[in-house]
């Protein structure tokens, strides 16, 4: 069964505006929460990552989002950039083994 | 970039011949992963290793297996390989701090 559950599939997004992906999670053992950007023929990145202690965390134009009661997390890319075009997956985990549970990723095509 | 490197980077095989794969690091992290990446599934994990010679089972385990006879190495082994294994596979190393570094994967494609 899927722990993680990501939408969208795929997102087209302009230059300038804000991308929003979002996760629904079954499992309230989880207590780590990351984002990771994949680009074409390249392995997943960290991008930001969040504790269910605190609702909301920023780096720079990326921020998650995180409502404990109900299971959900979201990223939210602000003035999304071409760059920014790549494969996002949220994924969850517990435990020191950091055995992550992954979403099953969008895609995101950020146009000029 | 975290030191993980994969071999081979790309492989065609047959169906029922065995295949290794190999995931080499030099941050020596105490835990390593397989996992596997197909379109609507994102990646899953295949098996993990927590220590030389430690490995569990992931989700997505049977038709392969693992061995870590040094903390630099993890190798994933299918031991009669089916079309059904043709996927994209990632090592990972990590330190249990839930932050986990990919290599940038094996292409394998079984005809």
């Known amino acids: 069964q899927q722990q993680v559950k990501q939408s969208p599939q795929s997102l087209i997004v302009q230059k300038g505006g804000i991308s929003i992906i979002n996760c629904a999670y079954e499992?309230?053992?989880?207590?780590?929460f990351p984002w990771y950007q994949q680009f074409p023929g390249k392995g997943p990145a960290l991008l930001i990552a969040i504790r269910p202690d605190v609702s909301e965390k920023k780096e720079g134009r990326f921020t998650i989002s995180f409502n404990k009661s109900a299971k959900q997390f979201s990223l939210h890319i602000m003035d999304s950039q071409p760059g920014d075009s790549a494969t996002y997956f949220c994924a969850a985990t517990t435990g020191t083994a950091s055995k992550l549970t992954f979403g099953t990723g969008t895609r995101l095509q950020v146009t000029l | 970039d975290a030191g993980i490197t994969q071999s081979p980077r790309h492989k065609v095989t047959e169906t029922g011949t065995p295949v290794t794969l190999r995931c080499h690091q030099t941050?020596?992290?105490?835990?390593m992963y397989w996992y596997r990446q197909d379109p609507g599934h994102g990646l899953r994990l295949i098996h993990y290793s927590y220590g030389v010679k430690d490995t569990d089972k992931g989700e997505v385990s049977d038709g392969y297996s693992v061995s870590r006879s040094k903390t630099e190495d993890f190798l994933l082994t299918l031991e009669s390989a089916t079309s059904s294994q043709t996927s994209v596979y990632f090592c990972?190393?990590?330190?249990?701090?839930?932050?986990?570094?990919f290599g940038e994967g094996s292409r394998l494609t079984v005809l």
């Open positions: 941050e020596n992290h105490r835990y």
């Open positions: 499992n309230t053992a989880f207590d780590y």
């Open positions: 990972a190393i990590g330190q249990g701090t839930g932050e986990l570094f």
